[in-house]
Structure formats: structure tokens, C-alpha cells
């Protein structure tokens, strides 16, 4: 990558997060931009302190298993993953409405279980798929 590129790439980076940083300051719905700023800080300490020495642990037992060059479990685990961390906090709060029973009315932990199922299956498929397909001719 030339440096004039990564120059664009920086300032494009730099204009985006400033207009960010511009909306939430402006923004008449957000009372408290310290909070935002504390739930940002608390979002990167959870990121850097859990969940990366956790997909690092992840690699690492796969490595050791020899399963390091299996493209589809490692396109599964990613799915999986991102799948955790948006339905996540919906499973760990289901049950607690605060007195508004619309607030989480739906099954998340049986929803986020068959989404997780459904691409194991889905990955699975592929994996077959890729070792039936004939081998590709020089």
C-alpha cells in the first residue's frame, strides 16, 4: 500500500470519526455525552480484555488440534461470534422487564441457540460440498 493511500485512508478515518464525534455532541437526544464516553471506554476494556484473549485462545486450541486450515469451521466461528455478541446482551436480559412486558418478549436464548445451529448446519453443508466438488484439473 503506497503511502499516499494510507494518507487517504487516514484522513478519510479522521473526517469520519470527527462527524461522529460532531452528531453526538449536537445530538438534543443525548443528555450525557460522558456516559457515551464511558460506555465507549468500557465497550474497548471489554473488547481488548475478553474477547480478543478469548478468539486468541479460540486459534490457538484449534492450532493445536490441526484444525488451523479449516477455512469453514474459521468462517463458522466468526459468524458465530459476531452472532454472540449482538444477541448476547438480549439473552442475558430476557426475563428482566422492568415492569413493560413489551420491552424483551421474545425467546432470545432459544433464538440465538437456532441461529447458532442453523449456521453450524449451513457451514457443515459447505464443508461437504467443498470435499465432494471434483478436483480442480491442471
Same mark, same amino acid.
Do not use: K, Q
Given at each position: 500500500m503506497t503511502a499516499w493511500l =494510507? /494518507?487517504?485512508?487516514l484522513a478519510a478515518g479522521l473526517a469520519v470519526t470527527g462527524f461522529g464525534l460532531s452528531g453526538l455532541l449536537d445530538d438534543?437526544?443525548?443528555?450525557?455525552?460522558? /456516559?457515551?464516553l464511558r460506555w465507549a471506554v468500557g465497550a474497548l476494556v471489554l473488547h481488548d480484555g475478553l474477547w480478543l484473549p478469548l478468539v486468541c485462545l479460540a486459534g490457538s486450541l484449534l492450532a493445536a488440534a490441526g484444525l488451523a486450515r479449516a477455512p469453514v469451521l474459521r468462517g &463458522?466461528?466468526?459468524v458465530a461470534a459476531a452472532l454472540t455478541a449482538v444477541g448476547l446482551p438480549?439473552?442475558? =436480559?430476557?426475563?428482566?422487564?422492568? /415492569? %413493560?412486558?413489551?420491552?424483551?418478549?421474545?425467546?432470545?436464548? =432459544? %433464538? &440465538?441457540l437456532l441461529?447458532? @445451529? /442453523?449456521? @453450524?448446519?449451513? @457451514?457443515?453443508?459447505?464443508?461437504l460440498a467443498r470435499r465432494w466438488r471434483p478436483a480442480a484439473r491442471d
Open positions: =494510507r /494518507g487517504a485512508a438534543s437526544f443525548i443528555s450525557e455525552p460522558a /456516559g457515551v &463458522w466461528l466468526v438480549a439473552v442475558a =436480559r430476557a426475563g428482566h422487564d422492568s /415492569g %413493560n412486558p413489551s420491552l424483551l418478549p421474545l425467546p432470545y436464548l =432459544r %433464538n &440465538w441461529l447458532l @445451529a /442453523g449456521t @453450524a448446519v449451513l @457451514a457443515a453443508l459447505v464443508a
